[in-house]
């Protein structure tokens, strides 16, 4: 049951952000924003599809303890694509709200992803083994989630500022990813019940695709 109701929904997941990506692609018009915004689509579900396909194979044949490096391998680009995706984010934040230099605030998020990224590159991480350390598991979501929380205060702080009704919710969707993704990150191994978080994380994902999708199709109404 497990097999057929957690491949379904990824499957469903995986379609939906990079079918709206390609979409919000072909439909930009060349219009950055939403080119970016489709872009960043379609890195969050290439990025995803590395872990929840292995993963989707493994539950539907012998079991995930049979596919300890293939989901490793695939949690591994996962994080990557995921500093990716926030990196991106940050951009339809600048282009979004026509923000105009502040070279500092860019470089302090360049830090904190390559920080992120290069943490993940250390053999501590002990990706492709079934006891991959908790302490690495940390270490490395910490610049992630400095990275998370910048951007939560970015589009929060504009979207007021400008009564941004389109993006006024952008900043709950990115909270609520992680507040469902920290206890996974600290708990899931000892409790194997709180994986289950991922579903709404993964949801939370989707409305921020849908928020910049709904956006642009309402511009391309009014244009």
């Not at 908790?134 to 979501?141: E, F, K, Q």
Request: net charge positive; aromatic share 14%; with cysteine.
């Amino acid at each position: 049951m497990q097999a057929i109701m957690e491949t379904s929904f990824d499957v469903i997941y995986l379609v939906t952000v990079i079918t709206l990506g390609i979409l919000m692609i072909r439909k930009s018009h060349g219009n950055p924003q939403y080119l970016l915004f489709g872009i960043m689509a379609v890195t969050l579900g290439a990025g995803d599809a590395f872990h929840l396909v292995p993963r989707a194979y493994a539950l539907c044949t012998t079991g995930l303890a049979d596919y300890t490096a293939a989901l490793g391998v695939g949690k591994f680009i996962t994080s990557i694509t995921m500093t990716l995706f926030y990196i991106l984010l940050y951009y339809v934040w600048r282009l979004r709200y026509q923000i105009k230099g502040q070279n500092t605030l860019t470089l302090l998020i360049y830090i904190m992803a390559l920080l992120r990224i290069a943490l993940c590159l250390f053999p501590q991480n002990a990706w492709t083994s079934p006891e991959a350390p908790l302490s690495w598991g940390i270490y490395r979501n910490i610049p992630f989630a400095m990275l998370g929380l910048a951007v939560i205060l970015l589009f929060y702080q504009q979207a007021k500022k400008r009564n941004d009704r389109s993006f006024r919710h952008m900043w709950l969707t990115i909270v609520l990813s992680f507040a469902f993704y920290i206890p996974v990150v600290l708990f899931a191994d000892t409790m194997p019940a709180i994986g289950m978080l991922m579903i709404p994380k993964t949801c939370a994902y989707v409305w921020t695709i849908v928020i910049g999708f709904r956006d642009m199709q309402a511009q391309l109404q009014r244009s």
